[in-house]
């Protein structure tokens, strides 16, 4: 039985494939386990970098 993927999951696998290709890094390295994913390494990355911005 084939169900229609949600407009949403594919926004969101998109979202994670430019990831993929800007960061080079998969989802599914090593790094990434247990609770780690990219996209919260993203954010971390992300919230870092504008405050470094933000200080100078």
Known sequence: ?????????DVYSYGILL??????????DEQFDG???LRQWVAEAFSVAISNVIDN
């Not at 039985?1 to 999951?9: D, E, F, I, Y």
């Not at 990831?19 to 599914?28: A, D, M, W, Y």
């Open 1 to 9: 039985m084939a169900r229609k993927v949600p407009t949403k999951a």
């Open 19 to 28: 990831l993929e290709v800007f960061i080079g890094r998969k989802p599914t």
């Open 35 to 37: 609770d780690f994913h």
